[in-house]
């Protein structure tokens, strides 16, 4: 199943938030969405799955879901967005509560998705008992249990640690490897796009739209060698020359705002 | 390579003469209630009252001893007339509660659900809330008789607005990203309401039946004290039109014995749902 984003636009109030913006996200790809603050990545993807209604253009799927999917375009919250009033088995089980399946299926997607995040052991614990890195676990979990076909993820590593971080990077490498689930990554973070993603979607400044679509012409079991960081390197510097100066303008204007 | 020769980084052996330790800055600002100091103080103030009565300083007419009070409330309890009074004011406050709760969540839920609901409702509570709820007793009874229906609708009145504001404040608190995940999901309307938003509003909710619980405990004693045989509030004017004080601080004891447990039951409520936080 394709994700397309079909001549975007969108506007709050006299506020232009995005121009004209289409791509294609393709069945089991991974397309980052990198630009200067503000220029309205969470707003499109926001679109992308159906949680906002653009001013002008469509979000379209092109082709069949897997038939085992529940949900095929299933966000990760940045906020993690889990029920403080659930356990973790409960929030995981949440989504899939209304789908009318059996208790004993529930169970297994739930237990599924749990042993995938290595969360087993914390089923009964309530979020505010756990660590910021736990908690987008769990989130991840709750994704997982509902076998999206793509992931909209919503800078889903920004609120935790650089360490929390990278082990969370690596869940993500390990999940999407075998490209059975394809994904929508909103960062600001270049590194991370760079370390994920199949495409990367760069942004102008507000109002956004694509100044480039940058290939990423390696496998991400490659990204991770030693031999690689030069190259890696290169194309982040690339990347950032490419909004560095529309970065610091929105910078500016943010501060006068 | 990390030079990892060095393992710590000891202070100085001997310290120089104008070596001093940093100076604590952070104390005060987090109070905490000791429950134990709490009843002591209590029992002191009554201790102190009682002492003042016994050497004379306080006419007993006016304030009467806390024993007078306690043999007041005891020989209440023998007689049965305590049960009949606190009986009466319970069914009142019991009914009156309920029903002023059960439109006040109803209409809660729907002006923090509907636009419509919104538009309507928060232009009525806003003019109808300020109204004294105990002057509209006489106009309940011209409406409804003098029977327990006037008293019980008065109560009801007090607690529907205030739990219609605390209910749609709840809705309205419900962080908006829990309810976008809801949707993101498919999750449909009545599940979102009912696994969502209800268990998101509850805090707000019960923190609203904390203060109605007071204002029907209000209320309960004004309406008794204007129109009623039986009950608290008629039994404190009729104690006070006698100048009976100490029959008179046994009801208000009573009625303060009565608030505190409810404030326990909400208390208890608050633990049981709310264990999450």
């Given at each position: 199943m394709d994700l397309i984003a079909d001549h975007i636009s969108h506007r709050f109030g006299a506020l232009d938030v995005l121009d004209n913006v289409s791509f294609t996200v393709r069945s089991g790809e991974v397309v980052a969405i990198v630009g200067p603050s503000g220029c309205g990545k969470s707003t499109l993807l926001s679109i992308l799955g159906g949680l906002l209604q653009p001013r002008a253009g469509a979000a379209e799927l092109r082709g069949a879901p897997p038939a085992d999917s529940l949900n095929p375009l299933t966000f990760v919250f940045q906020d993690f967005a889990l029920l403080p009033w659930c356990t973790v088995e409960a929030n995981v089980e949440f989504p899939l509560l209304h789908t009318g399946l059996a208790v004993t299926d529930?169970?297994?997607?739930?237990?599924?998705?749990?042993?995938?995040t290595g969360l087993t052991d914390f089923r009964g614990t309530y979020p505010k008992q756990l660590s910021g890195g736990m908690r987008q676990r769990v989130g991840i979990a709750r994704a997982l249990a509902v076998k999206p076909a793509i992931l909209l993820m919503d800078e889903p590593l920004s609120a935790l640690d650089s360490q929390t971080r990278e082990l969370l990077m690596e869940d993500f490498v390990r999940l999407l490897a075998d490209g059975a689930m394809g994904a929508v990554y909103v960062t600001h973070?270049?590194?991370?796009?760079?370390?994920?993603?199949d495409r990367i979607v760069v942004l102008s400044r507000r109002p956004g739209r694509v100044r480039e679509v940058v290939p990423i012409a390696m496998t991400r079991g490659e990204r991770g060698a030693i031999d690689a960081r030069g190259k890696l390197l290169a194309l982040q510097n690339e990347l950032w020359s490419l909004i560095r100066e529309e970065a610091i303008d929105a910078e500016r204007e943010v501060q006068h705002a | 390579m990390l030079d990892?020769?060095?393992?710590?980084?000891?202070?100085?052996?001997?310290?120089?003469?104008?070596?001093?330790?940093?100076?604590?800055?952070?104390?005060?600002?987090?109070?905490?209630?000791?429950?134990?100091?709490?009843?002591?103080?209590?029992l002191l103030a009554i201790g102190l009252w009682q002492l003042a009565a016994g050497a004379a300083l306080v006419n007993p007419l006016f304030l009467p001893p806390p024993t007078a009070i306690a043999r007041a409330i005891y020989q209440l309890a023998i007689s049965g007339a305590l049960w009949q009074h606190l009986s009466y004011s319970v069914m009142r406050i019991g009914l009156g509660w309920m029903l002023g709760t059960a439109a006040g969540i109803a209409v809660g839920f729907a002006i923090g659900l509907s636009s419509l609901a919104r538009s309507v409702g928060i232009t009525f509570i806003s003019a109808l809330f300020p109204i004294p709820k105990i002057a509209l007793l006489p106009l309940l009874i011209l409406w409804l008789g003098i029977g327990e229906e006037p008293k019980i609708a008065t109560i009801a009145l007090g607690v529907f607005f205030s739990t219609a504001i605390s209910v749609y404040s709840g809705v309205d608190s419900v962080p908006r990203n829990l309810i976008r995940m809801a949707q993101s999901f498919n999750v449909p309307f009545p599940i979102i309401v009912r696994r969502?938003?209800?268990?998101?509003?509850?805090?707000?909710?019960?923190?609203?039946?904390?203060?109605?619980?007071?204002?029907?405990?209000?209320?309960?004693v004004s309406a008794e004290m204007i129109g009623a045989e039986y009950g608290i509030g008629a039994f404190v004017l009729q104690a006070g039109n006698l100048m009976q004080t100490d029959q008179l601080l046994a009801g208000v004891v009573i009625l303060s014995l009565?608030?505190?447990a409810v404030g326990r039951l909400i208390n208890w409520l608050e633990t049981r749902l709310l264990h999450w936080r």
């Open positions: 529930r169970r297994a997607l739930v237990d599924d998705a749990l042993r995938r973070n270049l590194e991370e796009a760079i370390r994920l993603a | 990892r020769s060095t393992h710590e980084d000891p202070p100085p052996t001997e310290a120089a003469p104008d070596t001093r330790q940093v100076k604590f800055r952070g104390a005060g600002f987090v109070p905490s209630a000791g429950r134990r100091s709490g009843w002591i103080a209590l969502v938003i209800w268990p998101g509003a509850l805090p707000s909710i019960l923190a609203g039946f904390r203060i109605t619980a007071s204002v029907a405990l209000l209320l309960v009565f608030g505190l």
